[in-house]
């Protein structure tokens, strides 16, 4: 069975980097779009970065401008996101997503399974 595999997440202060990274598992995801999503407790999911298949679009959201970076490597299959100057609003699970539309939609075809990112003040 196709997935995703995200991987990377853990406790940091504010002002450190964490980097997450998003692995397929049973297929590759070379022509997909792929990206992140994050979801806070008692909020709803909502995009944090997307990158083309070929790595030569992306897309941030708003708040994670300038700060972090999405990046793939497709002989390795492998999407990463680097994330500096993290702040405590930036506490969420974050979701690994692949799609074949641009942008990535609200929902996608495939989702990882969540990794933890805790930012403490």
């Known amino acids: 069975q196709a997935q995703l595999v995200g991987s990377g997440g853990g406790l940091v202060q504010a002002g450190g980097s964490l980097r997450l990274s998003c692995a397929p598992s049973?297929?590759?995801?070379?022509?997909?779009?792929m990206g992140w999503f994050r979801q806070a407790p008692g909020k709803e999911r909502e995009f944090v970065a997307a990158?083309?298949?070929?790595?030569?679009?992306?897309s941030y959201a708003d708040s994670v401008k300038g700060r972090f970076t999405l990046s793939r490597d497709n002989a390795k299959n492998t999407v990463y996101l680097q994330m500096n100057s993290l702040k405590p609003a930036d506490t969420a699970v974050y979701y690994c997503a692949a799609d074949y539309t641009w942008p990535l939609p609200r929902r996608v075809e495939y989702w990882g399974q969540g990794t933890q990112v805790t930012v403490s003040s």
């Open positions: 049973g297929r590759t995801f070379s022509y997909y779009h």
């Open positions: 990158i083309s298949w070929s790595g030569a679009a992306t």
